[in-house]
């Protein structure tokens, strides 16, 4: 594995650069995956990334009353994807494992393949999307096991700002689960630049109450071309403040609007992470499948990797 | 009167210029008051002003459980503090008065001393703190007998862009009060940006569904060089974003960060609304009565003032 990635967490560095994806899903024809698997391989190899996060995606239908915008698909294996798949992508790869589908059995199994792995994984572990659909494994005994099982394990963590506008503790969340093992923590996408800041606020006062060193904070960035998309966006729990779904909706081109309104939003979110020592990275997304809009995600991703000079 | 202001309204301009104040306290002795009044002229006779804002401070104790962090003082009575002992001001005054503390009858003598001005007056009519506060006479009756008895009579109205964060219906507000009458609208202080750019959306695409053109928005800006500043700030209803406050609360110099913060806020408002073509204006005060606080508030005009070239 190119082992920048790992130096640069370790040395807690700003700049980070992801893109992220949502393995093909499971119904997908045999005979269609090698034609996915190079379409994405000719995108992602021109990128200057320093990894892959490939997303384990859940039914989140508990969550939340609404319906959700597009039905639930069930995906390939993102473990199996990201590294048999796109195997010929020399990129560290950032696989999300659900842990609320595991039981301690099958979680300790794949501790144990990742352990007898020759080189460091990466993985974001995720909990049940709600406290009533929780079934599985909880965060706190996945991260214990991982401890104690997989020292090759580098973990990652999602941190919300959304949750942090209603509860006010998504800093305690970042820092509890540091405690525990994360070394960076992803964010859904980013539209609400008040949220954001204010989660990095919080941390930053934190972190200089107790003295300790912040780990880079990756921030998601995802183009909102349409409708569909923007509900979609807004039934995962992405908060548009009100004025940027207007302007969205009214936009004569929405995908172009986006992506200035996506690097706008950076560029504020940049400075001020910059100014209160906090580092950030980058991870960019397409939550639709339509090639405008992943190709907007592919542009969006350069632009922002101009924003950060790398 | 200067008929300056009164064409910028007519031509519903942008870059109406106002500074805001409470008259002195009721109690003051009256030896000290024209020294008071002396010092007021100074400091405002220089300031290229298009008006002077003077408020009509209300005990709003009814609307908020949490105990006042000043004491409730009352103060001389706006009008006369603005046509008496600032006459020598020669600026247009614009005079808030509490209708709640009005009956028909006291209003309608007020609006017959108006009539007999030779010259148009101007004031803004401020309804009851709360609903449960309701007392006296209502805004929409108020706004009626104006229209009826005072044809010189300039209403503007109150916008509270926190308010649009909870109810998502200010604009509808600032449209029924301009069918009642209301030439411009002047807000709360403003440090939540999300909130003031998601009123002036909301707004503009509501004007341009109805076809109808906007009046003038004066937006008012307000240093906050303390913690009891804050205080008092938030207990009279604006809202802080999480990260401005602890920016302010950990700044080295609170009142030149809020400076800084209140010009980059207005910055972003104002490319904002010129976008969707809303006309601004400016309001600036000092809630506190420091006299480093007021000193920073004529700053904060003059650069506002540069920002909007006028």
Redesign the interface.
């Known amino acids: 594995m190119d082992s920048s990635l790992l130096e640069k967490l370790a040395a807690r560095q700003a700049g980070i650069c992801f893109y992220g994806m949502a393995p093909p899903k499971a119904a997908t024809p045999a005979g269609e995956l090698p034609g996915i698997v190079t379409r994405q391989l000719e995108r992602l190899g021109p990128l200057r990334l320093d990894g892959l996060i490939v997303y384990d995606i859940q039914d989140e239908g508990e969550r939340i009353a609404a319906p959700r915008p597009f039905p639930f698909l069930p995906t390939l294996d993102p473990e199996t994807y990201a590294h048999s798949h796109l195997a010929e992508l020399h990129l560290p790869k950032v696989v999300y494992r659900c842990v609320n589908r595991d039981t301690p059995q099958t979680f300790g199994r794949w501790l144990d393949d990742v352990d007898r792995s020759s080189s460091p994984r990466l993985a974001v572990l995720v909990g049940a999307p709600s406290q009533s659909a929780r079934i599985g494994l909880s965060l706190t005994d996945a991260y214990a096991a991982a401890r104690e099982r997989a020292r090759n394990l580098i973990l990652g963590g999602i941190a919300i700002a959304e949750r942090h506008s209603r509860r006010?503790d998504e800093h305690l969340r970042i820092l509890a689960k540091t405690a525990e093992g994360c070394r960076f923590f992803v964010t859904q996408a980013v539209y609400?630049?008040?949220a954001t800041?204010?989660l990095?606020?919080?941390y930053a006062?934190a972190l200089r109450e107790r003295g300790e060193a912040p780990v880079p904070i990756i921030l998601t960035f995802s183009p909102c071309g349409s409708e569909k998309t923007l509900a979609f966006m807004k039934w995962l729990g992405i908060h548009f403040?009100?004025?940027l779904e207007?302007?969205l909706r009214?936009a004569p081109d929405p995908l172009a609007s986006s992506l200035a309104l996506c690097e706008s939003i950076f560029a504020e979110v940049w400075d001020?992470a910059r100014d209160h020592r906090v580092p950030l990275g980058i991870n960019v997304e397409s939550v639709s499948i339509r090639k405008a809009e992943i190709e907007a995600s592919l542009e969006l991703l350069r632009r922002l990797q101009r924003r950060m000079g790398t």
């Open positions: 006010q609400d630049v008040t800041k204010s990095l606020s919080d006062v403040p009100r004025w207007n302007d009214l001020y």
